[in-house]
């Protein structure tokens, strides 16, 4: 946070404090620095494999797919390494 605090002559000044509410994303949760997003696939694709893209938050294309011959069981997760929020 930047500025300088201006205080009257001979009174101490208080504190701000600044809430943050984090709006609702259409397609990502976050949870710390990851980012979570939900994708239902067909059974037919389940089993078969798919490719699928998607926006990311800083405007690139991802493209997501099951490898040859992979099949995906119910509430499976893929993990995507470093797409997640940047953090310090």
Known sequence: MTGE???APGVMAGD????FT??????FTRKGADL?????????EALTGFTFN???LDGRTIQVATMPGEVISHKQSKML????MPFY
């Open 5 to 7: 605090a201006h205080e």
């Open 16 to 19: 701000l404090h600044v809430r």
């Open 22 to 27: 984090i709006k609702k994303h259409k397609i």
């Open 36 to 44: 979570f997003m939900t994708k239902k696939v067909s059974l037919l």
């Open 54 to 56: 998607f926006t990311h």
């Open 81 to 84: 390494r470093n797409f997640g």
